[in-house]
């Protein structure tokens, strides 16, 4: 098992621009999250989807969107790229370990936009 | 929704027990407790979870007092791979009230 995976690992763009964050995970789990992390903070929630064909708001969805394409895939679109969207994104999915619900991250992506 | 506060840093020394608390004054009924552990570059990792009184598993211990106000993550025998930082989180996985805190920045020291 791959896990949860998020490409790509880096990504500069320019204020305005678009781009799509991928995230997918093999592990058959209903539930993915998209969260942000920026400098000496924790990790803040973007958009979540309990299933497929679902997705809900955060803390901050302001400024995303999201598609839960199929079960293993979630991906987070930036429309129009703020400087302030800078961060390192986390995907996670949830599933159970040990017989508790628990989520698992994937490696990151870490934007910066100019 | 329930907001967790924790000490921003530690520091301990290879071999000593870390103990970590996290208060959450107005937890719910339903809530679970759960600390992650994160290293830099990286997504953080499950460490434990509980509901009350204590759990143990093969890397830590979570004690919860009888009004689940608080809770403290225990690490014994540290080492200088447990540098980290710790995550309290306080929710459940059924809505989107789960918020990580700030956590705490544990250092250890040969």
């Known amino acids: 098992n791959a896990g949860v995976t998020q490409t790509p690992k880096f990504q500069v763009l320019k204020t305005g621009q678009s781009m799509t964050l991928q995230c997918a995970q093999d592990?058959?789990?209903?539930?993915m999250y998209w969260y942000r992390q920026d400098p000496g903070m924790g990790l803040r929630l973007i958009y979540y989807?309990?299933?497929?064909?679902?997705?809900d708001k955060g803390e901050v969805p302001n400024g995303y969107n999201v598609s839960r394409l199929n079960k293993r895939e979630f991906s987070l679109r930036l429309e129009s790229a703020a400087p302030s969207q800078t961060s390192v994104y986390f995907c996670?999915?949830?599933?159970?370990?040990?017989?508790?619900?628990?989520?698992?991250f994937g490696p990151g992506t870490r934007l910066t936009v100019l | 929704l329930a907001k967790t506060t924790q000490p921003i840093s530690m520091d301990s020394y290879e071999g000593q027990e870390v103990n970590i608390t996290c208060s959450h004054n107005?937890?719910?009924?339903?809530?679970?407790i759960t600390w992650y552990q994160q290293f830099p570059s990286q997504g953080p990792r499950f460490i434990i979870q509980?509901?009350?009184t204590k759990v143990t598993n093969e890397v830590a211990s979570l004690f919860i007092p009888a009004d689940r106000k608080s809770s403290t993550l225990s690490l014994p025998r540290v080492s200088l791979s447990d540098t980290a930082v710790y995550y309290c989180?306080?929710?459940?996985?059924?809505?989107?009230?789960?918020?990580f805190g700030a956590g705490t920045r544990l250092t250890v020291k040969p």
């Open positions: 996670a999915s949830l599933g159970l370990a040990g017989g508790l619900d628990t989520q698992y």
């Open positions: 989807s309990a299933s497929e064909g679902t997705t």
């Open positions: 107005n937890i719910a009924t339903n809530d679970y």
């Open positions: 509980g509901y009350k």
């Open positions: 989180l306080v929710g459940g996985y059924n809505n989107n009230d789960m918020r």
């Open positions: 592990m058959n789990h209903n539930s």
